[in-house]
């Protein structure tokens, strides 16, 4: 796949997509959000993928956020028009994209890079990242879900130390506070991710579908999540997905499952 901004690749059922402008720390400008918007959209479409992994070029930065120098003229409606544009077809597409995503948090994920980061399903970052949301250091918020998430991940008094404070946490402490579920050394970053992958890909996809989908909807006024998990739950036992997982237990052998 041919982008400018990103690099992606399929290998092993895993689309590898990894933020490419190392110089400036991997910041999303506009572009890169839209090759993001078409590689997600991609990912949730194409059957041979079965899940994504996120990172950012080089060793020291994840993504240091969105790129300040593009919105740094901003009106306030402008301001709007850019979180809502970013919120639609990039962090909510990824935290509902059918196929899990993981966030490979290789160094900074400030800002806009923790927001992305914090869009993924699961999160495993290496020993030398430093997370935070300092956008109150540029008397701004974080506009691309980070109040909401890092609430939902950390809790309500956690979340407004780090936004008000702006700090940057080390990745040690991020693990305790349950803002990353593992820390690794750096050389062992992708190793650890593809880790939890290969267990992922033994599993049923339509079934991780349903539970990424059941799981979103705790998280919902709108919804009631009990119901959502009820009707994902049925709709399961219509897939040749469930026939072959009962039918290889009770064979006594592995399934292989087809996300059919
Ligand atoms: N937007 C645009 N450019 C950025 C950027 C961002 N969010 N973060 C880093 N860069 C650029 C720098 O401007 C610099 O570009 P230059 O070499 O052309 O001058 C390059 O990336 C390297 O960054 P630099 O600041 O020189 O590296 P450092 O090691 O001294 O500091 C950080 C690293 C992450 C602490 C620092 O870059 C930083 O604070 N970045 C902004 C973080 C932020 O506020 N993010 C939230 C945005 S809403």
């Not at 041919?2 to 933020?19: D, F, K, W």
């Not at 400030?110 to 914090?118: D, I, K, N, T, V």
């Not at 946490?169 to 880790?195: D, R, Y």
């Amino acid at each position: 796949m041919a982008y400018q901004n990103i690099l992606a690749e399929i290998r092993s059922q895993v689309l590898y997509v990894t933020i490419n402008r190392e110089l400036k720390l991997n910041a999303l400008n506009k572009e890169t959000l839209a090759e993001l918007a078409d590689v997600i959209a991609f990912a949730a479409h194409n059957d041979e993928v079965r899940a994504v992994l996120l990172t950012g070029a080089g060793e020291k930065a994840f993504v240091a956020g969105a790129d300040i120098s593009e919105f740094a003229a901003y009106t306030a409606e402008q301001g709007e028009v850019l979180a809502r544009n970013g919120q639609n077809s990039v962090f909510d597409a990824i935290e509902n994209c059918p196929k899990p995503v993981i966030a490979a948090i290789n160094g900074f994920a400030l800002g806009g890079g923790l927001e992305l980061a914090m869009a993924c399903h699961i999160r495993v970052a290496s020993e030398n990242a430093r997370l935070g949301l300092p956008e109150v250091s540029l008397g701004l918020i974080p506009g691309y879900g980070g109040t909401q998430r890092l609430t939902q991940l950390v809790g309500k008094g956690r979340a407004i130390e780090m936004i008000t404070t702006a700090d940057m946490i080390t990745a040690a402490h991020a693990e305790k506070i349950g803002l990353v579920n593992h820390v690794v050394p750096a050389a062992e970053l992708l190793s650890k991710v593809e880790e939890i992958l290969a267990k992922i890909k033994l599993r049923a996809p339509l079934a991780i579908a349903s539970a990424v989908k059941a799981v979103n909807a705790s998280l919902l006024f709108d919804e009631n999540g009990f119901e959502t998990e009820i009707r994902e739950f049925g709709k399961c036992f219509d897939t040749n997905d469930f026939k072959e997982g009962t039918t290889a237990f009770l064979e006594k052998r592995k399934p292989a499952f087809l996300g059919k």
